[in-house]
């Protein structure tokens, strides 16, 4: 019932920056908390960043903090992750997830909806 799409990544050299977006439809009234995570090959699903829609709470990993920063703009129902100073770490395909949760949720395991992924290469 809830419909997520993930765009904007692509290949970027090392110490580039990247803006992706998530645009959510369907039914997402009741979806009050979307989150960012990236999954590397051979590793799990990694937290990188989650917001309400009233952004009045947002939180980074650490792995990301200070060069990530989340987004959102309601009216288009739609999210962003700005990723400045990229490292081949960050290499990875990220997905957009939400859940009902209210609260800021880190744990891959507790979101009820997930986008297809983006894949987001860092040259080096």
């Known amino acids: 019932q809830v419909q997520l799409v993930e765009s904007g990544g692509g290949l970027v050299q090392a110490g580039g920056s990247l803006r992706l977006s998530c645009a959510a439809s369907?039914?997402?009234?009741?979806?009050?908390?979307m989150a960012w995570f990236r999954q590397a090959p051979g590793k799990d699903r990694e937290f990188v960043a989650v917001t309400n829609w009233s952004g009045q709470n947002t939180y980074y990993a650490d792995s990301v903090k200070g060069r990530v920063t989340m987004s959102r703009d309601n009216a288009k129902n739609t999210v962003y992750l700005q990723m400045n100073t990229l490292q081949s770490e960050d290499t990875a395909i990220y997905y957009c997830a939400t859940t009902t949760r209210g609260g800021l949720e880190s744990s891959a395991l507790k979101y009820d909806y997930w986008g297809q992924g983006t894949q987001v290469t860092v040259s080096s």
């Open positions: 369907g039914r997402t009234g009741s979806y009050y908390t």
